[in-house]
Every structure is written in C-alpha cells, then in structure tokens.
C-alpha cells in the first residue's frame, strides 16, 4: 500500500473543506458599499478590500463596489438600496434590517493634542466646557463612548462637531477646532504618520470595555437567515485557514497588528 506524503495530503484535506462550504446564492451582482479609509480600503487595496476579494472567488459572486461616507451606507441600507458593507459595528437599531457577521475586533482610544491633556475620569470630559468632540456622522464607539457623547450631545450640543469622515477629524484636532476624537489604532497610526501629526496622543478611557467587533453587514432584505448564515460559513473559512490573519498582517505595521483581534 502507498501513503500519500502529508503535505499532499493536508492540502487535499483543506480542498476537501473549502469544497464542503456551503456556498451563498447570487444570482446578481451584490452591491457593496464600501468607506475609504487607511489601512482597510484606500485605492482598492487594503483589509476590506482583500477580504472582498477572497469571498468572490469563493463564492464566485460579483460584488459592485461604490465608495460612500458611513451615514450614506446606513441610510442606503436601511431603505433597501444596499446589499452589503465592511466594518459595519451593530446597533439594536442597525440589527432591524441587517445581519452582522464579526470578522475583526478593535477599540476605540480618546485621541487629543499633547499640549492640552486629556481629564482623567470621563464625568471630568463630560463637564468640561473647553473640550468640543468631534465625530464621524453615525459612527459607533462602543458603550461607554457612545453615552459620554450623547451625554454632552444632550448638556451642551454645541460640544459636538460632525465630520465627513476621520481624516477630516485629525485635521481639525491639529487645528485645535475640535479638543477631543475617538479612533482606532490602525487609524491613530495611519493618520500621525501619512498627514504630519506629531502631537497628538491616544488613550484608552474605557478600560473595562471590550473591543468592538467589525463585521461584514448583509442586508436583510437582500439576504434570508440561511444565507447569511452561508456567508458567515465563508469568513469562517478565512479564519480557520489563516486567510484573514494573512490579510491583517499584509497592511497593517507590526506594532499595530496586536491591536486587532482576529475574530
């Protein structure tokens, strides 16, 4: 009898896998609605993009993307026009009419100019009138975050700036037009090096909180229970084989790469 060398035969084994995975209907071109932004997807490359790629060619979809801000993507979605997004963060609301399936955690760190130190405890922030926040429009933090914004939102609302999008927050803390910003890491790391911010400093101020899971946001009126369920087959495809960890490590710094947890 002849044995197989055990190269050959785990790569037959992890076809045989792959083979195995359901695969989603689609019948159309799915349209993703995509937000461009550092490491995850500038000029078709990054994290997102990647991870779109590789769900194509194994589920053999077509997927039509269009960049646009977060508030446009939540809007789209929600009146049926979206079929899908990337790094979608759910909300009680958000989970009427989509379905979250995490691949990446990661946490939101109070970002602010070294010349002006943050306050310690967050009922300090929360009180202090010289210290305006600024925000992405419909963007979510994580718990704790998000109610000392709505708390200031409901003190003091003109305390709370809205911004297009996060570079234009990192333009404005140089600025000194906004005293505070919530970032993640690959963010904060993309942003101090690519637009010349050298004073700016990041700060977990919700320790006890964990990170907050990114996830691949399918429409429901697109797509049933089931075939979500496909899809969440597929990224957990990319996991178990280390497609997603190659991914990560393909963008992001070394030293930023431990800030993200792999799903």
Known sequence: MKFLPIAVLCALTGTAALAAEPTPKCPAPISVGVYGCCYFFEHDRGIDADLLQALAERSGCDFRKTYMPRARVWHEMKNARLDMTTMGIETPERSQFAWFLGYVRTKYLAVYR???????????????????????????????IDALIEEVRQRQPNRIFEARDEMTLFKLLAAGRVQLIFAEMPLFDYATKNLGIKDAEARDIAPEEAPVARCLTLSKFRFSEAEAEKWRALLGSLQRDGTMARIIDKY????????????
Request: charge should be positive; aromatic fraction near 2%; charged fraction near 20%.
């Open 114 to 144: 070294a010349d002006r130190p943050l306050a310690a405890k967050l009922e300090q922030i929360a009180a202090d009138p010289g210290t305006v926040i600024g925000m992405v429009r419909s963007f979510h933090h994580g718990a704790v």
């Open 252 to 263: 992001l710094p070394i030293d930023v790469q431990k800030s993200v947890v792999r799903s």
